[in-house]
């Protein structure tokens, strides 16, 4: 790897996560219901780096947890 973990997250946008999400889980389908009902006001994307195996972690987390 030869950007550090602080430049890669520096430069994270959604295009980019979910070409390397698609690029190492293979195809995913996602119903229409789940783009539709998708709010974002009460939850947001958390990203963990752990510099063990350089790797990131994403999930959904609810703000204010």
Do not use: H, W
């Amino acid at each position: 790897m030869t950007d550090t973990a602080e430049e890669v997250l520096a430069e994270l946008n959604v295009a980019r996560i979910l070409v390397a999400v698609v690029e190492n889980s293979g195809e995913i389908t996602v119903p229409v219901n789940s783009f539709l009902s998708a709010v974002n006001e009460d939850k947001e994307l958390q990203v963990d780096y752990n510099k063990d195996d350089q790797t990131f972690t994403f999930k959904i987390k609810v703000k204010g947890n």
